[in-house]
Structure formats: structure tokens, C-alpha cells
């Protein structure tokens, strides 16, 4: 299986502060049609899981553009340019390249 | 508007069975398969499986073949998760996630306790 290593496991942030979130991948993501399919998903407190980025660096409908995805074969980042409190919650990348679909472990963000 | 409604929480014995829905509403159901991705009390995200909502073909993670069936009611736009011979490491909240992860269902609690 795919193991997806996210960096850092916590973050503390003020707002207004730009940070990134790292995600690596133990195996290419490139997949054999051309495409590459990580995503970034946030978990508020409480909430389900919200998509934020799709294959890379696609923003979903309806997320704010401080959100931003990059990276290429095993290497991922996730940055948000301008921290505001509704972002706090729980990061995770995912990858659905190969099966079975594998999550990374989780970064936390915090508010300070 | 696009919604993926679950069922409501569900406390259980050890032995016992559990189906757990997911009713979709605001697109054509057939159209997207459906996951299910279980999160253990404090813990991470992880993916079970899926099914094809058009041809109800169902595919198992490795550590979800056995005890756990994923069905379909078609007609009703619903997908279901049943976990037979409950374990106490059953308990989780259980999402169901439209097949692009665009949209997820609110999770179900599953309490597993003697």
C-alpha cells in the first residue's frame, strides 16, 4: 500500500500567517493516464471531511484561494497564504492513484 | 442541493450486526459510486472501499473483506454499509463519500460495547 507521510504532525498559526503542510509519497502518484491524484482534504472539529485540492493542485468549488496545491511524483505541499480561524482542524492528504486509497496520518493546525 | 444523509448512531454488542445508510439526494445516484472511509475515535482517516452504484459491484479494502458488506437500495438512491460479528475495534464513525470526495455524509458513530 501507499504510505503517506505528512510533516508536521502539528502547526500553530496566528492569523494572517502563511504556512505549509508537507505530504510525501513512499511511491509515484503519477498515474498511467497522465493524471495525478492527490488531494487535500480539511476535518473541522466535529465535521466531516471537506475537499480543498484535487489531483495536485485543482482547487474545489466554493474553497477560498488561499489555498493552494503543488508538487509532483512523491512530493506534495499544501500552502495556505494567510491563515484565518475557520481554517483551524485537521489536514490530511489522500491519494487515489493506487489501491487501496491511502491517507496521510493528519496535520493539525492550530489558532494561536 | 447535493446532500449525502447518514443514519443516526448506533450502540451494539459485541457479536451483533449494524447497517449503517447513506441516502443521496440532489444528483443522479448511479451516476457516482460511493465510499466508505472509517475514522476510529481520535484517529485518522481510512479508506474501506466502494461501490459501483450502477452496477452495485462492491470492492473491499483488505482489512474490510469478510464482516462487511456495502449494498445498494437504488430505488431509494441509498447506499448501505452492514458490519456482522461486531468487535469492539468496530468502534468508528462511518462516512460514506461520493465517488470524487466532493461530498460526504455527516458519519455515522458506531459504538461497539458490552
Known amino acids: 500500500d501507499v504510505v503517506l507521510t505528512q510533516t508536521p504532525p502539528t502547526l500553530s498559526a496566528t492569523i494572517g500567517q502563511s504556512v505549509s503542510i508537507s505530504c510525501r509519497s513512499s511511491?509515484?502518484?503519477?498515474?498511467?493516464?497522465?493524471?495525478?491524484?492527490l488531494n487535500w482534504l480539511l476535518q473541522r472539529p466535529g465535521q466531516s471531511p471537506q475537499l480543498l485540492i484535487y489531483s495536485v493542485s485543482n482547487l474545489e468549488s466554493g474553497v477560498p484561494n488561499r489555498f493552494s496545491g503543488s508538487g509532483s511524483e512523491t512530493d506534495f505541499t499544501l500552502k495556505i497564504s494567510g491563515v484565518e480561524a475557520e481554517d483551524l482542524g485537521v489536514y490530511y492528504c489522500m491519494q487515489a492513484t493506487h489501491a487501496p486509497l491511502t491517507f496521510g496520518s493528519g496535520t493539525k493546525l492550530e489558532i494561536k | 442541493q447535493i446532500q449525502l444523509v447518514q443514519s443516526g448512531p448506533e450502540l451494539k454488542k459485541p457479536g451483533e450486526s449494524v447497517k449503517i445508510s447513506c441516502k443521496a439526494s440532489g444528483y443522479t445516484f448511479t451516476d457516482y459510486a460511493m465510499h466508505w472511509v472509517k475514522q476510529a475515535p481520535g484517529k485518522g482517516l481510512k479508506w474501506m472501499g466502494w461501490i459501483n452504484t450502477y452496477t452495485g459491484k462492491p470492492t473491499y479494502a483488505d482489512d474490510f473483506k469478510g464482516r462487511f458488506v456495502f449494498s445498494l437500495e437504488a430505488s431509494a438512491s441509498t447506499a448501505n454499509l452492514q458490519i456482522s460479528n461486531l468487535k469492539n475495534e468496530d468502534t468508528a464513525t462511518y462516512f460514506c463519500?461520493?465517488?470524487?470526495?466532493?461530498?460526504w455524509g455527516q458519519g455515522v458513530m458506531v459504538t461497539v460495547s458490552s
Open positions: 463519500a461520493r465517488w470524487e470526495l466532493d461530498y
Open positions: 511511491q509515484s502518484l503519477l498515474d498511467s493516464d497522465g493524471d495525478t491524484y
